[in-house]
Structures are given as structure tokens and as C-alpha cells.
């Protein structure tokens, strides 16, 4: 039987959610990952210590059934109202970057940011502590397929004022955000996702309506999809693994008013393989999965290491009452226990 063996990924964007879901979302991504970044959209969002120290217990308290080691690189979502001390009182219980929502863009980002420049000042604290800014890239207001390309100018903009800042452009979907990177200077990198890497927007509304292929940013034309894989396979540091995997529960998919995200947790990884294996890119994956995020938020590349095995196992319809992605679909390559 086939086995490649590869570092323990780290997952460098995650949701997590709260209360009775989150134990279960904790296990399905601690099975693959050994390290996540912890979005903070949660509800009220995560904006003090305090409350990030607690959350950061109750994820761990529910890895180490799993994996006991597993590390937690927590975040908090901007807004203008940081004093520096708030920003060193998060860092020390754990926080390593500051989230971006532009108002209304994406899940529970209603109180999201508005006032651009209004955010100047605490990003230039985050700068200056070395915290990474992550943004949710997406222009508020514009139609939806051109909201990322016309984020772009922020991203330049932020890039150029501050220098220094290590700047992360999340779950890229577009070809011209993709070049943007490539152009932009080493501070700033990028995350792709595993559905933006397979999906174009045929596979959300192109045959039938498949709400759980329905996510922010929404996956595009083929050719941007090529341009996101080109980049995953050529290994140019600046291009990591984020999953931005995030369940919503069935009936909150199953609706006439479906919420945005993508349940990618438990199959991440055979996905990955597959694709990187397909396009002959294998050699490329232990970078993108546990080497070039690692190097760009400063932690050491993990030695842990993981087993993939060539062995068919068919995708469960519901995991944690969740439909994930490629639900029912069987794949050729498995996690060994
Ligand atoms: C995410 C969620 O559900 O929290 N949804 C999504 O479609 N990606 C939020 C986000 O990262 O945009
Ligand atoms: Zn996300």
C-alpha cells in the first residue's frame, strides 16, 4: 500500500465556533492539523484577553482527547479602539495576529470595519509589536464576483504605510489578488484554501444551487482557480495553507437565507494530496502544508509528522451536523490513524 509521510500541517485560518459545536469541530481539525490560527468571529467577537485566554482553554481542553499537543496561535478582531497595553495584555495569553472583516462582508462581520484609516493607528501598534494583520479582502458594496480585486488598493496601501507589518490577504480567489501577492513585497503573503484550490463558481450555482460549496470569497472563473493553483504548486513562500473551514450547521446551509462557509476540516488533507499528486506538485506540499506559514508568522517549522495512506474511504454525508466538503464522495487517499 502506497504511504507518503509528511509533516504535521498547520492550519493558518480556522474557525472554531462555540459552545456544544465546538468540542466536535476541535477533534475533526486536530485530527489532521497540529497547529491552527483561531478566527475570531465568534459571537461577541474575540477583542480582550480574557475572553481569548478562555477560549483558547476550552479548544484545548477539547484537542487533548485527540492530539494533546495540539498548539493554538490565537487572533482578535480589529477594530479602532485598541490601546497598545490591550494589544499586549492579548499577546500574552496566546494572540499572533489581528483580524480584518470589512462591515458585512462575510459571517458575523456586521460589526465589521467601516472607516479604513479609522484602524491606522492600531495597525500601526500591531506593526510595531509584530503582530500579523490578516484581512478578510473583500470591498463592501461592490458586486460580488469583483469585491476581492477591488480590496486590492487597501492591501497596497497598507502594505506601503506600514513596511514593516506582516500582512496576510486570506483565502485569495481571485487571479488578480493572486498576482497582486506575487507583486507586492515579502511582507506581504497569502492564504489558499482546499475549495478555492478545486472549486470555480459552476461548482456553487453553475448545474444546481449547492449551498455547501457556498463561502465568502465566492470561488470564480477557471481561470482564476488556475491562477490559485499555479501559484499552490510553483512553491513560492509567500502562498500557504489557511482551510478557512468553517461549518454551519445543515439547517443553517439548508435554508432560504444559507450562511457562507465550507466545512473542509475533515478532508483537508486527502484533498490536498490528491491534487498536489495529480498535478504532479507532491514535492510542493510539505512547504504549503507545515513549512512557508510557519516561516511568515516567525514559529519553528513543526518535526512532527503525519501518515498519508493510498487507501479509499467514502467522505460521511454529516459530521458533527455538519455536510462537509466532498460529503459522500469516496477519495483515494486517508489519514492513517
Ligand atoms: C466564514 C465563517 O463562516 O465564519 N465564512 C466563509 O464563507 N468563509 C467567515 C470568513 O472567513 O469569511
Ligand atoms: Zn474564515
Redesign the pocket.
Known amino acids: 500500500m502506497k504511504t507518503i509521510e509528511l509533516p504535521l500541517p498547520d492550519d493558518f ?1 480556522a ?1 472554531l465556533r462555540q459552545d456544544a459545536q465546538l468540542p466536535g469541530y476541535v477533534r475533526d481539525l486536530s485530527a489532521q492539523f497540529g497547529r491552527a490560527l483561531v ?1 475570531p ?1 465568534t459571537i461577541p467577537p474575540m477583542t480582550t484577553a480574557a475572553a481569548i485566554a478562555d477560549y483558547k482553554s476550552q479548544i484545548l481542553e477539547s484537542a487533548s482527547f485527540v492530539r494533546p499537543d495540539f498548539e493554538v496561535l490565537m487572533t482578535f478582531k480589529l477594530n479602532p479602539n485598541y490601546s497598545e497595553q490591550d494589544l499586549k495584555d492579548m499577546m500574552a495569553v496566546g494572540v499572533v495576529a489581528g483580524k480584518y472583516y470589512p462591515a458585512g ?5 456586521a460589526d465589521g470595519i467601516s472607516d479604513f484609516e479609522a484602524v491606522f493607528p492600531v495597525v500601526a501598534m500591531m506593526e510595531k509589536l509584530g503582530l500579523v494583520l490578516c484581512v ?1 479582502g473583500e470591498e463592501p458594496g461592490e458586486f460580488c464576483l469583483d469585491r476581492e480585486p477591488a480590496f486590492i488598493k487597501r492591501v497596497e496601501i497598507l502594505a506601503e504605510k506600514f513596511p514593516k507589518l506582516k500582512i496576510v490577504f ?2 485569495l480567489s481571485s487571479a488578480k489578488a493572486v498576482e497582486a501577492v506575487k507583486r507586492l513585497p515579502n511582507n506581504v503573503a497569502a492564504t489558499f484554501t482546499v475549495h478555492h484550490l478545486m472549486m470555480t463558481l459552476d461548482d456553487v450555482v453553475g448545474d444546481a444551487l449547492r449551498p455547501h460549496h457556498f ?2 470569497p465566492l470561488p470564480k472563473r477557471p481561470e482564476d482557480r488556475a491562477a490559485i493553483r499555479e501559484a499552490a504548486f510553483s512553491g513560492n513562500p509567500k502562498f500557504f495553507l489557511g482551510t ?1 473551514s ?1 461549518p ?1 450547521l445543515q439547517g443553517k446551509k439548508e435554508c432560504p437565507c444559507g ?4 466545512y473542509s476540516a475533515p478532508v483537508a488533507i486527502p484533498l490536498l494530496v490528491q491534487e498536489f499528486d495529480r498535478a504532479g506538485a507532491l514535492d510542493k506540499l510539505p512547504d504549503f502544508i507545515a513549512g512557508f506559514g510557519a516561516d511568515f508568522y516567525q514559529i519553528p517549522r513543526t518535526t512532527k509528522r503525519i501518515e498519508v495512506v493510498k487507501e479509499s474511504w467514502t467522505v460521511p454525508a454529516v459530521v458533527n451536523g455538519v455536510v462537509p466538503l466532498a460529503a459522500g464522495q469516496t477519495l483515494e487517499w486517508k489519514i492513517r490513524d
Open positions: 485560518h474557525h478566527m468571529n462582508v462575510t459571517t458575523n462581520s478578510h486570506e483565502h463561502c465568502k478557512d468553517a454551519h450562511a457562507a462557509g465550507v
